[in-house]
C-alpha cells in the first residue's frame, strides 16, 4: 500500500489549504483513513480521521470546527480541508491508513511521506 500526499505550502494566519492522499497497492475502500502532524521538536500527533464508509469522522479538539476531513472512494483519496490556519498549524502533515477507525498513532499500518505546511503569522 502506497500513500502519496500533497497541497502542503507556505500561507498566512487566516488562509486556506487543501491536502490530498491518494492511496494505490490497497482496498482503499476497506481503510479508515487518518491525518497526523508534526511540529519541529515535537510528536507526531492525530489530527483527523475519517471511517471507511467516510460516514464517521473525528479531530482533535484544537482544529474542530476548522478543519474538514473527507474521502472519494472512487478515486482512492482523502482531502483534508484546513481553514482559518493559525501558526500552530504549522508541521509536517501525514496520511494514513488503519483497519480501524481510530485516533490511535500505533494502529495505522501505512504512511505517506509527508507533506509541509507552514503558517506564518
Known amino acids: 500500500v502506497q500513500l502519496q500526499a500533497s497541497g502542503g505550502g507556505l500561507v498566512q494566519a487566516g488562509d486556506s489549504l487543501r491536502l490530498s492522499c491518494v492511496v494505490s497497492?490497497?482496498?482503499?475502500?476497506?481503510?479508515?483513513m487518518g491525518w497526523f502532524r508534526q511540529a519541529p521538536g515535537k510528536e507526531r500527533e492525530f489530527v483527523s480521521v475519517?471511517?471507511?464508509?467516510?460516514?464517521?469522522?473525528m479531530h482533535v479538539a484544537d482544529v474542530k470546527g476548522r478543519f474538514t476531513i473527507s474521502r472519494d472512494n472512487a478515486k482512492s483519496t482523502v482531502l483534508l480541508q484546513m481553514n482559518s490556519l493559525k501558526p500552530e498549524d504549522t508541521g509536517v502533515y501525514y496520511c494514513?491508513?488503519?483497519?480501524?477507525?481510530?485516533?490511535?498513532?500505533?494502529?495505522?499500518?501505512?504512511w505517506g511521506q509527508g507533506t509541509l505546511v507552514t503558517v506564518s503569522s
Open positions: 494514513a491508513a488503519a483497519t480501524q477507525y481510530t485516533a490511535t498513532r500505533g494502529r495505522y499500518d501505512h
Open positions: 475519517v471511517s471507511a464508509s467516510g460516514r464517521a469522522t
Open positions: 497497492g490497497g482496498t482503499f475502500g476497506s481503510f479508515a
